[in-house]
């Protein structure tokens, strides 16, 4: 007899944790679905920005000035020991080293901005092509769409992060 109850105790715990194994496994699926579809609408929310033109002169200006040294950046070709890249905030990310590239071509192409309080975002798109020597090409960036998001830093404008779309 206490052997038995022993066993229905035992089957009561293994259904209990089951139980606690499924609704554990159902929420985490619940939960990644949900960061799926924030993510798709954020990301759906920030394309839209692109629609909606600047005119706001100062405005143009900070993001012209930002898509200038990106520019300069994408169209570098040197050492990675001739530039303090930290200066340059997120826009780092567009500097290529490479030894054998001896001529770059970037365009890039202010899209739109918006900055209010200290802080916005700049939509570009740009390209660029590296080549050494012989004009071969070593390296080539499709045209891509980027978001940056800017802040303003002891009176300057940076780029602190970037999100692009190919």
Do not use: P
């Not at 020597?133 to 998001?149: F, H, I, K, P, Q």
């Amino acid at each position: 007899m206490k052997s038995n109850w022993i066993k229905y105790v035992f089957v009561i715990i293994i259904i209990i944790l089951l139980a606690f194994a499924i609704y554990i496994i159902k929420n985490d699926e619940q939960e990644k679905k949900q960061e799926q579809e924030y993510t798709a609408n954020t990301q759906e929310e920030k394309v839209k920005e692109m629609d909606i033109k600047c005119s706001d002169e100062a405005q143009l200006q900070v993001a012209n000035n930002l898509v200038e040294t990106a520019k300069s950046n994408l169209s570098y070709c040197g050492s990675k020991n001739n530039v303090d890249t930290d200066s340059c905030g997120a826009l780092k990310k567009y500097f290529y080293f490479d030894e054998n590239v001896k001529k770059a071509e970037a365009t890039i192409e202010l899209i739109t901005t918006e900055q209010h309080d200290g802080k916005g975002y700049v939509w570009v798109k740009y390209s660029a092509n590296y080549y050494d020597a012989n004009n071969d090409l070593v390296m080539g960036m499709g045209e891509t769409y980027s978001r940056w998001d800017i802040e303003e830093k002891d009176g300057t404008w940076v780029v602190i992060a970037i999100d692009e779309m190919a």
